[in-house]
């Protein structure tokens, strides 16, 4: 008993509360400076799909591709080309594309043009044999910019 009439009467025992306080505030000027100084993305990125088609033949313009119903019983290799820019028009360099739908996926790096061209790995991508049409989801990222996600950019039609 004595000694809890001590520790309770001890002005020191405040310190530690005070201590604590301190150093919580203080981690959190530490870490909103830290937050602080990461550069957040600035700009919107355009992406055009230059061209879209099948690996052996000649591609066409925009984003649609058209395949017989012969050949879409086989498994596709399709081949896009697109092109990343910046809001005044210069080109978006070492941005990173995904191409990914109907079991493929493709990715590549942008050059110093903000070219690339995405190439799905062989046997890959595939129609079902009752699906008619089917859908392929971009995406691009590259520091300084927002990242940019577009659902079906790319469409593959079966023919008849």
Known sequence: MK???RIFNDERAIE???????????GMVALAALIA???????NMAVNIDEAGLQGTIPGAGNTIVVDAVTA?????IIVKITAT???GNPVRNANAVL???????S??????????LITTAAQVEMGANQNEGTMDLTI???GFYDYEKKDAVMVIKTK
Do not use: F, H, S
């Open 3 to 5: 000694n809890a009439r």
């Open 16 to 26: 530690l509360p005070i201590n604590i306080v301190v150093m919580l505030v203080v």
């Open 37 to 43: 100084i990461i550069p957040p993305p600035t700009k």
């Open 73 to 77: 019983q086989n498994p596709l290799t």
């Open 86 to 88: 910046d809001p005044d």
């Open 100 to 106: 990914r739908g109907l079991g493929g996926v493709a």
């Open 108 to 117: 590549n790096t942008t050059d110093i043009n903000g070219e690339t061209t």
């Open 141 to 143: 990222a590259a520091d």
